[in-house]
Antibody, heavy 126, light 110 residues
Framework: EVQLVESGGGLVQPGRSLRLSCTAS????????MSWVRQAPGKGLEWVGYIRSKAYGGTTEYAASVKGRFTISRDDSKSIAYLQMNSLKTEDTAVYYC?????????????????WGKGTTVTVSS | QSVLTQPPSASGTPGQRVTISCSGS????????VYWYQQFPGTAPKLLIY???QRPSGVPDRFSGSKSGTSASLAISGLRSEDEADYYC???????????FGGGTKLTVL
């Protein structure tokens, strides 16, 4: 069964750091890009960023709201994607979803997110 | 304020056909594929439509997507009570170099 499981969420003070993990199973992790999407309480979906597969350079893209503060990385040997969040702000409070993202024909389609985890909750508060 | 504009709500009765619109610009919808996601309360979103009008395996053919210029639409025919959910459109924005979502449309089945 194809599955993504996020972990690492919790309560953190503003200005501190937190690292989320996304453990994948049921598919060849290295063949896919991996993305993070968040949803603030009662709000819509917001794309955080993604990391391409190694075959497509393993490079990253980020939303303007998190660029310079958040870093996405991956460990293909463990089938895990990470979201390192630094200098957290209260507005980063959200459920964070990990998603599998499709790449083909030389392009990673960042919007093509076909598998989602259940999410992990991050609360930034003093 | 979302880059893509969706109506905040839509409704219909069982059996009806409902459409949800998604309006953007030349830098996003006008130049890229549109995707639709369905989300039930308290659960993760699910991919409903990809590449404007393609359905993933398992998605009923009651759901269809279309795109014209800088706008896209999701149509649901033969509306059922279990279709009551939030629906989001999404696409890549060339100017922002990122994925943008619509604000979401809450569908109510009366």
């Amino acid at each position: 069964e194809v599955q993504l499981v996020e972990s690492g969420g919790g309560l953190v003070q503003p200005g501190r750091s937190l690292r989320l993990s996304c453990t994948a199973s049921g598919f060849t992790f290295g063949d896919y890009a991996m993305s993070w999407v968040r949803q603030a309480p009662g709000k819509g979906l917001e794309w955080v960023g993604y990391i391409r597969s190694k075959a497509y350079g393993g490079t990253t893209e980020y939303a303007a709201s998190v660029k310079g503060r958040f870093t996405i990385s991956r460990d293909d040997s463990k089938s895990i994607a990470y979201l390192q969040m630094n200098s957290l702000k209260t507005e980063d409070t959200a459920v964070y979803y990990c998603t599998r993202t499709y790449c083909s024909g030389g392009i990673c389609y960042a919007t093509y997110m076909d598998v989602w985890g259940k999410g992990t909750t991050v609360t930034v508060s003093s | 304020q979302s880059v893509l504009t969706q109506p905040p709500s839509a409704s219909g009765t069982p059996g009806q056909r409902v459409t949800i619109s998604c309006s953007g610009s030349s830098s996003n919808i006008g130049n890229n594929y549109v995707y639709w996601y369905q989300q039930f309360p308290g659960t993760a979103p699910k991919l409903l439509i990809y590449r404007n009008n393609q359905r993933p395996s398992g998605v009923p053919d009651r759901f269809s997507g279309s795109k014209s210029g800088t706008s896209a639409s999701l149509a649901i025919s033969g509306l059922r009570s279990e279709d009551e959910a939030d629906y989001y459109c999404a696409t890549w924005d060339d100017s922002l170099s990122g994925v943008v979502f619509g604000g979401g449309t809450k569908l109510t089945v009366l």
